[in-house]
């Protein structure tokens, strides 16, 4: 058997011939060159196409700083519900056993697979003037559509799945028996979070919050059907790109997708420096 582990351990794990592997990568690299790094270019040299100072100022007026505002504000109150969501589900759901365990996680996924658009509408016929909480709302002068809240019910949304689903396998794959012998010991049971839970899964929440903070500053089809795109007060980062391309403001439009697109980058380098620093570490968490 050691024969045969060291056998297979010292060859390449396929039999394909060294110019498919070629080939396959090559294809690859000119599918991301294609479809990911061009339109990137693009964007940053439609932005700077009439200088640096032209881009600036389109991301200096009213409604642009509005936009943006809106955006981190947005992005700055998700990201710890979702957190706080996202360690209650996985600590429900990999702790303990209970009748509807793979319907919780089913409902989990539910945003993946459906349409922000469609999400959008939902919250409209849920909270709109003529939904389901809509006159009660009305009666109590509470505004959800065409509102901040609105824009907020959208981004969680779309985005509290990013972090349960990245800490549900972690803590899975770690079971019980650190926090069963903490609790042996004394320990309460928010110093066993603490102490214990948070540590082991450290790096796989931050990397479910890059993740969620990510698409919460990039999302727009559930924020664009709730918002009304209001400009300068339920307008965000990309409805207002999309509202100043149609209105062939096309520096503007450049000039704050190029913003967005930078911090996307920003999420993606944290990111890529998350798992280029602790790789070793992720690999054994995220190990099925």
């Known amino acids: 058997m050691a024969d045969i582990n060291a056998a297979v351990g010292s060859g390449p794990v396929t039999g394909e011939r060294a110019a498919t592997r070629i080939m396959l990568i090559c294809i690859v690299v000119l599918f991301v060159i294609i479809m990911l790094l061009a339109p990137l270019a693009v964007i940053f040299a439609s932005a700077l196409s009439q200088g640096l100072a032209v881009a600036v100022a389109a991301i200096m007026t009213p409604d642009a700083l509005s936009a943006i505002r809106l955006t981190l504000t947005i992005a700055a109150i998700a990201i710890p519900l ?13 702790k303990f056993d209970f009748r509807g365990k793979s319907m919780l996680i089913t409902l989990i996924d539910l945003p993946f697979s459906v349409s922000p658009v469609v999400a959008g ?57 650190e926090e069963e012998a903490a ?16 540590p082991n899964i450290r790096w796989a929440l931050l990397y479910g919050v ?51 697109a930078l911090l996307a980058l920003v999420t993606l380098a944290l990111k890529s420096m998350l798992e280029h620093r602790y790789a070793g570490e992720l690999a054994a968490t995220r190990r099925p």
């Open 82 to 94: 979702n957190i706080v969501f996202g360690l209650a589900a996985a600590w429900s759901i990999a």
């Open 121 to 177: 509408l939902a919250l409209i016929l849920v909270y709109g003037s003529h939904g389901l909480f809509g006159a009660w709302l009305h009666d109590h002068d509470i505004a959800i559509v065409f509102a901040f809240p609105g824009i907020l019910l959208a981004s969680l949304f779309v985005t509290f799945p990013f972090i349960a689903r990245e800490l549900i396998p972690v803590m899975q794959e770690q079971g019980t028996s």
């Open 183 to 198: 609790l042996t010991l004394g320990a309460s049971g928010w110093r066993v979070l603490r102490t214990v839970t948070l």
């Open 210 to 260: 890059l993740l969620s903070n990510a698409r919460a500053m990039g999302e727009f089809g559930a924020v664009a059907v709730i918002s009304g795109k209001i400009r300068g007060e339920t307008a965000t980062m990309p409805i207002m790109i999309e509202m100043l391309y149609n209105e062939y403001l096309t520096a503007a439009a450049f000039s704050l997708s190029a913003l967005l």
